[in-house]
Nanobody, 120 residues
Framework: QVHLVESGGGLVQPGGSLRLSCAAS????????MGWYRQVPGKERELVAS???????NYADSVKGRFTISRDNAKNTVYLQMNSLKPDDTAVYFC??????????????WGKGTQVTVSS
């Protein structure tokens, strides 16, 4: 089993910044794509940003120019730097990892989420 642990969420004023981190732990696995998703009450979970093992990135149009996703392969960690935050960015942010595990094959894992609230 692979475990994803998110950190860095919290309350921030509009225009402020937060940096989310997600660390993957376990044994006998490798990570292909990692990403960040977010969800608000009554809405479907949506992709915010993703990054492949080759560092190719993809962003939702709503966050382009404001958010930056990166990863540290040695630490099995993905980051989301969020700048110029808006109230509409308020959501629970979930880390996702697509993995290959010995004796299992491909798998998909989710963190339990971290709350980001942008408010005055």
């Amino acid at each position: 089993q692979v475990h994803l642990v998110e950190s860095g969420g919290g309350l921030v004023q509009p225009g402020g910044s937060l940096r989310l981190s997600c660390a993957a732990s376990g044994r006998g696995f490798s990570i292909n794509t990692m990403g960040w998703y977010r969800q608000v009450p009554g809405k479907e979970r949506e992709l915010v940003a993703s990054i492949t093992s080759g560092s190719s990135t993809n962003y939702a149009d709503s966050v382009k120019g404001r958010f930056t996703i990166s990863r540290d392969n040695a630490k099995n960690t993905v980051y989301l730097q969020m700048n110029s935050l808006k109230p509409d960015d308020t959501a629970v942010y979930f880390c996702n990892a697509q993995t290959w595990e010995y004796r299992l094959g491909y798998a998909n894992y989710w963190g339990k989420g971290t709350q980001v609230t942008v408010s005055s």
